[in-house]
């Protein structure tokens, strides 16, 4: 797996037939190592590391149901009160982040009514935090910390 504008973590990885597998300790459970599941390893690590997020408050794989379709948001931060605070929505490190990949997590916040909202691809993060009362939002020169949130 490629390098990512991250910093570098241990993980256990093994094989799985063809593949590898890595292991996701919010899930408790080894799963299918892809681009997109080494984006969201690393981030993980860097909000509990880095960023100081209890990972007791995060979940990955969040079913949500919009408009009678099933969905998952791929990590789910709570709130000391067990509310949604923020979203996570990942990207392989090869794809790029557009509008598409904005419009996927404001439908699950549409949902999940979480404060922030960020998107990674591994290489480039964005984060925006919103304005439920003024009906705006406003993009953060960086990622908080969880106790700024």
Same mark, same amino acid.
């Given at each position: 797996?490629? $390098?990512?504008?991250?910093?570098?973590? #241990?993980?256990? /990885? &093994?094989? +799985?037939?063809?593949?590898?597998?890595?292991?996701?300790?919010?899930?408790?459970?080894?799963?299918?190592?892809?681009?997109?599941?080494?984006?969201?390893?690393?981030?993980?690590?860097?909000?509990?590391?880095?960023?100081?997020?209890?990972?007791?408050?995060? $979940?990955?794989?969040?079913?949500?149901? #919009?408009?009678? /379709? &099933?969905? +998952?948001?791929?990590?789910?931060?709570?709130?000391?009160?067990?509310?949604?605070?923020?979203?996570?929505?990942?990207?392989?490190?090869?794809?790029?982040?557009?509008?598409?990949?904005?419009?996927?997590?404001?439908?699950?916040?549409?949902?999940?009514?979480?404060?922030?909202?960020?998107?990674?691809?591994?290489?480039?993060?964005?984060?925006?935090?919103?304005?439920?009362?003024?009906?705006?939002?406003?993009?953060?020169?960086?990622?908080?910390?969880?106790?700024?949130?």
């Amino acid at each position: 797996m490629e $390098n990512l504008n991250l910093p570098q973590y #241990q993980f256990k /990885i &093994r094989p +799985r037939g063809e593949g590898y597998e890595i292991y996701d300790s919010l899930r408790r459970r080894y799963v299918a190592l892809t681009p997109e599941e080494w984006v969201r390893q690393h981030f993980v690590n860097f909000l509990v590391a880095e960023r100081q997020f209890p990972a007791s408050l995060m $979940n990955n794989e969040v079913s949500l149901v #919009q408009n009678g /379709i &099933r969905r +998952r948001c791929d990590t789910l931060v709570f709130d000391h009160t067990g509310s949604p605070l923020l979203i996570v929505e990942y990207k392989a490190p090869q794809v790029a982040i557009n509008q598409a990949v904005f419009d996927q997590i404001v439908r699950y916040n549409m949902v999940l009514h979480a404060r922030y909202l960020i998107v990674s691809n591994g290489m480039n993060h964005f984060c925006c935090v919103i304005d439920y009362h003024s009906k705006s939002y406003r993009f953060l020169p960086s990622i908080p910390m969880y106790g700024e949130l």
